[in-house]
T-cell receptor, first 119, second 116 residues
């Protein structure tokens, strides 16, 4: 149990376009999901906390108008990178906190990640 | 804000040996969780072990155990009888447990290589 999926796994887009990444909890409900960013050979950095039915909370230094987060249901959060530029190329990973006893309340279940390349 | 420090960028040991990965952290909070995550080449994050700060007993999961020293703010991971499949990036992570939902703060990671 406690599986989180991300789609797409890889995406290449042109500079100036927008791209949407989906994060789904497949077998549990998640009121809270998190978005992380990982540059090559670096660690994961928390970008934002996504709460179902409310506005996302962004970490300092993360542009909320550039990284739009929508958490419309208990199983889906989306991250839209708007007007993407080459410096946005990175590995984006989501995680979800279980609401319904799929695991420890404080354990985050990670998606497999999305590799974004902006040309 | 909390910080997590992993001072070993890379470690290499022979198969079946025991290896210890270091992690220190800094926080003013008293209620928190600490985690070790494994990230293999697939980049899927895998939880290795977790420790609640209020628990004095060190967590163990089969070949994996931690040495949690709360006063020293140290949280090292010991891998016994290391296996080739243990080769991966290992990240130490902190999460505040104040009642709300908080994200994880990660260290920079240690690349562990198990040699045959």
């Amino acid at each position: 149990g406690a599986v989180v999926s991300q789609h797409p796994s890889r995406v290449i887009c042109k500079s100036g376009t927008s791209v949407k990444i989906e994060c789904r909890s497949l077998d549990f409900q998640a009121t809270t999901m998190f978005w992380y960013r990982q540059f090559p050979k670096q660690s994961l950095m928390l970008m934002a906390t996504s709460n179902e039915g409310s506005k996302a909370t962004y970490e300092q230094g993360v542009e909320k108008d550039k990284f739009l987060i929508n958490h419309a249901s208990l199983t889906l959060s989306t991250l839209t990178v708007t007007s993407a530029h080459p410096e946005d190329s990175s590995f984006y990973i989501c995680s979800a906190l279980s609401l319904d006893g799929g695991g420890p309340r404080d354990e985050q279940y990670f998606g497999p990640g999305t590799r974004l390349t902006v040309t | 804000a909390q910080t997590v420090t992993q001072s070993q960028p890379e470690m290499s040991v022979q198969e079946a040996e025991t290896v210890t990965l270091s992690c220190t952290y800094d926080t003013s909070e008293s209620n928190y969780y600490l985690f070790w995550y494994k990230q293999p080449p697939s980049r899927q994050m895998i939880l290795v072990i977790r420790q609640e700060a209020y628990k004095q007993q060190n967590a163990t999961e089969n070949r994996f155990s931690v040495n949690f020293q709360k006063a020293a703010k140290s949280f090292s991971l010991k891998i016994s009888d290391s296996q080739l499949g243990d080769t991966a990036m290992y990240f130490c992570a902190f999460m505040f447990s104040g009642g709300g939902a908080d994200g994880l703060t990660f260290g920079k990671g240690t690349h562990l290589i198990i040699q045959p």
